[in-house]
């Protein structure tokens, strides 16, 4: 799976399991999920992911909303 897809799937749990103890360990979950989106994010930013600049600006805006962190 995609971190993506982990991602989506981890905020649906939130709205299946509610209020509780488990909601601690989905937010662990999430953490970490969120660190691997950041780490893509600032490798993209340094362009060491893309050679180009179109899809490394592109691809940084698309990591930065997804973590709500700015890009540019």
């Known amino acids: 799976m ?3 897809t982990l991602r989506r799937r981890g905020w649906s749990a939130f709205v299946v399991i509610g209020a509780g103890w488990w ?3 989905l937010a662990a979950f999430l953490a ?3 660190g691997q989106v950041a780490l893509l ?3 993209v930013a340094h ?3 893309f050679r180009r ?3 490394s600006e ?3 805006r698309i990591a930065g909303a997804a973590i709500g962190m700015g890009y540019g």
Do not use: E, K, S
């Open 2 to 4: 995609t971190t993506h």
């Open 23 to 25: 909601t601690l360990a």
């Open 32 to 34: 970490v999920m969120f």
């Open 41 to 43: 994010a600032h490798d």
């Open 47 to 49: 362009r060491q992911v």
């Open 53 to 55: 600049r179109r899809p």
């Open 58 to 60: 592109t691809a940084g």
